[in-house]
Antibody, heavy 117, light 110 residues
Framework: EVQLVESGGGLIQPGGSVRLSCAAS????????MFWVRQAPGKGPEWVAV???????FYADSVKGRFTVSRDKSKNTLYLQMNSLRVEDTAVYYC???????????WGQGTTVSVSS | QSALTQPPSASGSPGHSVTISCTGT?????????VSWYQHHPGKAPILLIY???KRPSGVPDRFSGSKSINTASLTVSGLQAEDEADYYC??????????FGGGTKLTVL
């Protein structure tokens, strides 16, 4: 079964850091486009970051310089390192995988990050 | 990058059709044929319904269809069913490796 499972969310103080993980099964993190998308309470989703199969990474302006997306092919896991967190980073964070060759799109169930003092 | 504009809500009766719009600009929706639509039941993982404006992934019923005209993309749900009641989001490539979502439309099946 193709599955993505996020973990690592929680309550973090402003200015703090956290690393989210997205463990994949039945889907190769290293061979496909992998995204992080977040949805703040009561708002529409927001694209956060992407890592392409080539390893190139790109970020939304709102997180550029603070967040880093990476992957570990041996563990088939995607990561999002989040530093200098702000209250406005509070959201459910989803990982998404896109296999262009077969038009397969996979999402995790999300992990909640709450930034508050 | 501003979010794409979607109507906050839409509704239709079972068996009928409903169309949800997604309005962007000449820098995103109007510039690229990379518009996707997602269905999201709260608490569950989103599901891709349409990609590249009008293509359906395997397993998505042909009741779901997509189109685009100038700067506005549309999702049409035909033969409405109770399980279609969900939130729907559009997504467009916006150039320079940026992606932009719509604000979402809550579809109610009457």
């Amino acid at each position: 079964e193709v599955q993505l499972v996020e973990s690592g969310g929680g309550l973090i103080q402003p200015g703090g850091s956290v690393r989210l993980s997205c463990a994949a099964s039945g889907f190769a993190v290293g061979s496909n486009q992998m995204f992080w998308v977040r949805q703040a309470p009561g708002k529409g989703p927001e694209w956060v970051a992407v890592i392409y199969s080539s390893g190139s990474t790109f970020y939304a302006d709102s997180v550029k310089g603070r967040f880093t997306v990476s992957r570990d092919k041996s563990k088939n896991t995607l990561y999002l390192q989040m530093n200098s967190l702000r209250v406005e980073d509070t959201a459910v964070y989803y990982c998404e995988g896109w296999d262009v060759s077969v038009a397969l799109d996979v999402w995790g169930q999300g992990t909640t990050v709450s930034v508050s003092s | 990058q501003s979010a794409l504009t979607q109507p906050p809500s839409a509704s239709g009766s079972p068996g009928h059709s409903v169309t949800i719009s997604c309005t962007g600009t000449s820098s995103d929706v109007g510039a690229y044929n990379y518009v996707s639509w997602y269905q999201h039941h709260p608490g569950k993982a989103p599901i891709l319904l349409i990609y590249e404006v009008n293509k359906r992934p395997s397993g998505v019923p042909d009741r779901f269809s997509g189109s685009k005209s100038i700067n506005t993309a549309s999702l049409t749900v035909s033969g409405l069913q109770a399980e279609d009641e969900a939130d729907y989001y559009c997504l467009s490539y916006a150039g320079n490796n940026n992606l932009v979502f719509g604000g979402g439309t809550k579809l109610t099946v009457l």
